[in-house]
C-alpha cells in the first residue's frame, strides 16, 4: 500500500490532470479510482503465470470458447483457471505455450468475429480496471 504521502501525492496529480482537461471531478471520485487502480495492480501483480496468460489473451481479444477448444477443455474450465491460484504445471505450460504461440496473431485474421474479439477485449478491460480477476 502507499504511504500517506504518496496517496496524497497521486491524487493531487489526478486532480491536476482532470483540470487541466477541464473534466469534473470531486475528491471522493478520485479516491474511489486510486482504491480500484491500487486494487487492479496489486491483483495483476499477484496473478500467477497461468492467469496473467490467460488475462492477456482475453485482453488480445481471444474467446473463451476459442481458447477451451485451443486447449482441449470447456470455457468453464479456463474460467476456473483464471480464478484459481494453482494448477497443475501440465496446465501451466500447455497454457504458457499457447500464449506465445498466439501472442502476435490478430484473432479477427484467425476467423473470430470481431463483435467476438470486441467483447472479450472489452470483458478483459473491465476486470482488470477494477481489479476483479483477483
Given at each position: 500500500?502507499p504511504t500517506?504521502?504518496r496517496r496524497?501525492?497521486?491524487?493531487?496529480?489526478?486532480?491536476?490532470?482532470a483540470?487541466a482537461q477541464?473534466?469534473p471531478?470531486?475528491?471522493?471520485q478520485v479516491e474511489a479510482?486510486l482504491?480500484?487502480?491500487?486494487s487492479?495492480?496489486?491483483?495483476?501483480?499477484?496473478?500467477t503465470?497461468?492467469?496473467?496468460?490467460l488475462?492477456?489473451?482475453r485482453a488480445?481479444?481471444?474467446?473463451?470458447?476459442y481458447?477451451?477448444?485451443r486447449?482441449g477443455?470447456?470455457?468453464?474450465?479456463?474460467?476456473?483457471r483464471?480464478r484459481r491460484?494453482?494448477v497443475?504445471p501440465?496446465?501451466?505450460e500447455?497454457t504458457l505455450?499457447?500464449a506465445a504461440?498466439?501472442?502476435?496473431?490478430d484473432?479477427?485474421?484467425?476467423?473470430l468475429?470481431?463483435?467476438?474479439?470486441?467483447?472479450?477485449?472489452t470483458?478483459?478491460?473491465?476486470?482488470?480496471?477494477?481489479?476483479?480477476h483477483r
Amino acid at each position: 500500500m502507499p504511504t500517506p504521502n504518496r496517496r496524497a501525492s497521486a491524487r493531487a496529480a489526478m486532480i491536476a490532470v482532470a483540470e487541466a482537461q477541464d473534466i469534473p471531478v470531486t475528491v471522493r471520485q478520485v479516491e474511489a479510482l486510486l482504491a480500484a487502480a491500487e486494487s487492479a495492480l496489486l491483483t495483476w501483480v499477484d496473478a500467477t503465470p497461468t492467469q496473467q496468460a490467460l488475462y492477456e489473451l482475453r485482453a488480445a481479444g481471444w474467446t473463451l470458447p476459442y481458447l477451451a477448444a485451443r486447449l482441449g477443455t470447456s470455457s468453464a474450465e479456463i474460467g476456473q483457471r483464471m480464478r484459481r491460484r494453482h494448477v497443475t504445471p501440465r496446465v501451466e505450460e500447455q497454457t504458457l505455450r499457447l500464449a506465445a504461440e498466439l501472442k502476435d496473431v490478430d484473432p479477427v485474421s484467425a476467423g473470430l468475429s470481431q463483435s467476438a474479439v470486441r467483447m472479450a477485449r472489452t470483458w478483459a478491460s473491465r476486470r482488470t480496471q477494477v481489479g476483479v480477476h483477483r
